[in-house]
C-alpha cells in the first residue's frame, strides 16, 4: 500500500510547488498523474522515492516511512525511471543489471542473473542484449528502462512520462508494459501522462492535479469533462469507442 | 534446477569474459613495455640481462644502471600513469564529462601551484643534478604534498560547485579548467618573480615533469596512494555505472550520489596532487588513457578503471622511452612529451563528439 498524505514542497522560492498534496491506494493499481505542465506531477513523484525531499508531510510505502528510510531501503522499495533517460555507453544487460544493485554486493549472484534474465525475456529484449543501449530506439530504450525497474523487484515503480517523445505504436508497447507489470506483479504503478486517452486505456485510477494540489482522485469516473475543464482549462466531450473511455477536445 | 541456473546470463558472461581477456592482454603489454623501458636508453641492455639483474644475477655495471637508475623510473612512470588514468576515468564518471582529468579542469595546476607555494614561500624544495641536466629535491614532501592537495581541492570545490549547475556543459567545465589553470600560472609566475634564481630554476624544471626525480621512499608513498585510491574506486565501480544514467537514476538505485560524487573527487584530488607534487604536471594522461580503451571495454567501470590505469602506465612508459631516445643522451621533459602525444588525440576526442 502506498500513503502520501499533506505533501508539500517548494524549490528554493517561497512559491510552493506542491500543496498538500494526498494519495492513498492499495497495490496492484496502475495509477495516472494528470494535470498540466508544471503543476507539480513529476515533483511529486521525485518525492515518493527522496530524489527531492518534501517539506512536509509523509509518504509511506508498505509500512516504511520514506523519509527516515536509507537510500538503500527505498531502492529495495520504490524502482524510478526519468523522463530523459539515458545508461551511457553499457549494454542492454549491463543496464538491466543495475536494477540489481540494492540486491547484490561487489558481484552479480545466480540470482541476480536469473532476476535480469527474466526480465530481459520479459520485455523481449533478448535480441539486444548485448547491444549498447547508445545505439538504440527511443521506444526500446524505454523497454530497457522498464527492464532495470523489473529486475529492482520493487513494490512501486515510478515512471515519470514513460511515453514523451516515442511513435504511437512503442507509447502503447510500453503503457501495456506497465499495466501487465501493476496487475500481474501486484505492484503499485505510478505514471506522469500528458496524453489522457493513453491513461484512460492503460490505467485504472487517476490523480488530477492543479495549481500544486490534488484536485480528485478516483477510478475512471473522475475522468469528466467538469474535471477536464478545470485542471486543464480546455472543453472537451467524453465519449466511448469500444467500451473505453476516450477524450476528444473541442 | 541447477542445469537451468548455470544457463543463467551464460552469453553476457562470455561477453564479459572478452573484456577481461583484454585486460590480461593490456597487463602483459604493459609488463612488455615495463621491461622495454629498462632495457632501452643511452646505454641499451639485452631484456636477457635485465631479467638476470631484476632477478638479482646480473652484473654490476647493469645493476647499477638497472636498479638504480631505470627501474625506478619505470616504476614511478607505472604508479603515476595508473593513478592519473584512473582519477581522469573517475572525474569523467562524476562529473558527467568525457573532457574531465586532473590537469583539463585546473586540478593539476592548482596542485603545481601549491607545491610551488611550498618550495618557494615555505622552503620545501631543493636543486640537485638529475636526469633533465637538473632535479628538484623535495626536502619537506609533507609540506609540499599537503599544499598541492589544498589548491588541489580549490579546484575540486571550484569545479564541483560550477558542476551543480545546470546550464554548464562538457567543454564549459573545461573553458572553467582554463580559466583556474591561467589563474594558478599566474600564481605561480608571481611567486617565481618574488623568488631567488635557485628557487625559481628548481621550480620551472619541476613543472617540466621528470620520472627521474623519486626514489624508492617517495615511489613507495606514491605507490601506496595509488593502490589506496585504485581500490576505493573499484569498489565504486557500481555506483559509477548507476550515475551515467543521471544523478536521480543514481539514486533511484541507491546510489549515494553526493557522498560519492565528493569523496571520489576528493580522493582523486588528492592522488593527483600527491603525482604533481612528485614528478611535476603530467598533461594528458588521465584525459585520454579512458579514452583509448572506452572502444574495448565500454563504460562498465568494474572493467573501464584498471583498462584505464594500464592505459595511463603504458603511455607514461612509452612517453618517458621517447623522451629518453629522442636525442639520446638527452633526456626531454615527459610532461612535453605527454602534451605532443595527447593534444592531437583530444583534439580527435573534441571533433568527435562535435560529429554527435
Not at chain 1, 45 to 54: A, D, M
Not at chain 1, 128 to 139: F, H, N
Not at chain 2, 187 to 215: H, I, P
Not at chain 2, 326 to 337: E, K, Q, R, T, Y
Request: hydrophobic residues 50%; charged residues 15%; contains cysteine.
Amino acid at each position: 500500500m502506498i500513503h502520501a498524505e499533506n505533501v508539500n514542497f517548494s524549490y528554493h522560492t517561497d512559491e510552493s510547488v506542491l500543496k498538500a498534496v494526498c494519495l492513498k491506494e492499495e497495490a496492484g493499481h496502475c495509477i495516472a498523474l494528470l494535470g498540466n505542465n508544471g503543476v507539480g506531477k513529476s515533483t511529486f513523484l521525485k518525492c515518493f522515492n527522496r530524489i527531492l525531499r518534501p517539506d512536509s508531510g509523509t509518504v509511506l510505502v508498505e509500512n516504511l516511512n520514506i523519509s527516515k528510510a536509507s537510500r538503500k531501503e527505498i531502492a529495495l522499495t520504490l524502482a524510478y525511471v526519468e523522463q530523459h533517460t539515458s545508461s551511457g555507453r553499457l549494454t542492454v544487460y549491463d543496464t538491466v543489471l543495475l536494477g540489481r544493485k540494492p540486491h547484490m554486493k561487489m558481484t552479480p549472484s545466480e540470482e541476480d542473473y536469473a532476476v535480469v534474465d527474466n526480465a530481459i525475456e520479459r520485455l523481449h529484449l533478448t535480441d539486444l542484449k548485448l547491444r549498447y543501449t547508445d545505439e538504440l530506439s527511443g521506444g526500446e530504450l524505454q523497454k530497457v528502462m522498464l527492464a532495470r525497474a523489473l529486475a529492482q523487484q520493487p513494490k512501486v515503480l515510478l515512471l515519470d512520462e514513460p511515453t514523451a517523445s516515442l511513435d504511437i505504436y512503442n507509447q502503447h508497447e510500453v503503457m501495456k508494459i506497465a499495466a501487465g507489470i501493476a496487475s500481474e506483479d501486484n505492484m503499485t504503478v505510478i505514471i506522469v501522462i500528458h496524453d489522457l486517452n493513453l491513461a484512460l486505456k492503460y490505467c485504472d485510477r487517476f490523480l488530477l492535479m492543479h495549481d500544486g494540489k490534488s484536485f480528485d482522485y478516483g477510478d475512471v469516473s473522475v475522468i469528466t469533462s467538469e474535471n477536464i475543464k478545470a485542471v486543464y482549462g480546455v472543453n472537451a466531450v467524453i465519449t466511448e469507442v469500444d467500451g473505453n473511455k476516450i477524450v476528444i477536445v473541442k | 534446477m541447477p542445469e537451468d541456473k548455470m544457463r543463467r546470463g551464460l552469453e553476457y558472461r562470455s561477453f564479459v569474459r572478452k573484456k577481461i581477456y583484454f585486460l590480461i592482454f593490456l597487463f602483459l603489454f604493459t609488463i612488455v613495455v615495463f621491461l622495454l623501458a629498462i632495457a632501452l636508453g643511452s646505454s641499451s641492455v639485452s631484456l636477457g640481462r635485465v631479467l638476470r639483474t631484476l632477478f638479482g644475477h646480473g652484473e654490476k655495471k647493469d645493476s647499477i644502471i638497472i636498479l638504480s637508475i631505470r627501474l625506478p623510473r619505470a616504476v614511478t612512470a607505472i604508479a603515476a600513469g595508473f593513478g592519473l588514468g584512473i582519477v581522469g576515468c573517475v572525474m569523467q564518471s562524476v562529473l558527467r564529462n568525457p573532457l574531465a582529468s586532473a590537469s583539463t579542469i585546473g586540478v593539476s595546476q592548482g596542485a603545481a601551484f601549491g607545491a610551488a607555494f611550498a618550495i618557494i614561500a615555505l622552503g620545501g624544495g631543493m636543486m640537485s643534478a638529475g636526469s633533465t641536466g637538473a632535479q628538484l629535491n623535495v626536502n619537506n614532501p609533507v609540506v609540499t604534498t599537503l599544499c598541492a592537495f589544498f589548491f588541489a581541492m580549490v579546484s575540486t570545490i571550484f569545479v564541483l560547485c560550477l558542476s551543480r549547475f545546470r546550464e554548464i556543459n562538457a567543454s564549459t567545465l573545461v573553458l572553467a579548467g582554463v580559466a583556474l589553470s591561467s589563474l594558478f600560472s599566474a600564481g605561480t609566475t608571481l611567486l617565481e618573480y618574488f623568488a631567488d634564481d635557485v628557487r625559481v630554476a628548481a621550480v620551472v624544471y619541476w613543472t617540466f615533469g621528470d620520472l627521474g626525480s623519486t626514489f624508492w621512499k617517495e615511489i613507495i608513498v606514491m605507490g601506496t596512494v595509488v593502490v589506496f585510491a585504485a581500490i576505493y574506486f573499484q569498489l565504486n565501480s557500481w555506483n559509477y555505472n548507476a550515475m551515467q544514467g543521471g544523478e536521480e537514476t543514481a539514486k533511484g538505485l541507491g546510489v549515494k550520489t553526493q557522498s560519492t560524487i565528493l569523496c571520489s573527487m576528493v580522493v582523486g584530488s588528492f592522488t593527483a596532487a600527491v603525482i604533481v607534487s612528485y614528478i611535476g604536471i603530467i598533461s594528458f594522461v588521465g584525459l585520454i588513457a579512458p579514452h583509448l580503451v572506452r572502444k574495448f571495454v565500454g563504460s562498465d567501470y568494474r572493467y573501464l578503471l584498471p583498462a584505464a590505469g594500464l592505459a595511463g602506465a603504458n603511455l607514461l612508459l612509452v612517453s618517458d622511452l621517447l623522451s629518453r631516445l629522442i636525442i639520446s643522451p638527452i633526456v626531454l621533459p615527459i610532461g612535453a612529451i605527454t602534451s605532443i602525444l595527447g593534444a592531437p588525440i583530444f583534439l580527435w576526442i573534441i571533433l568527435k563528439r562535435g560529429r554527435h
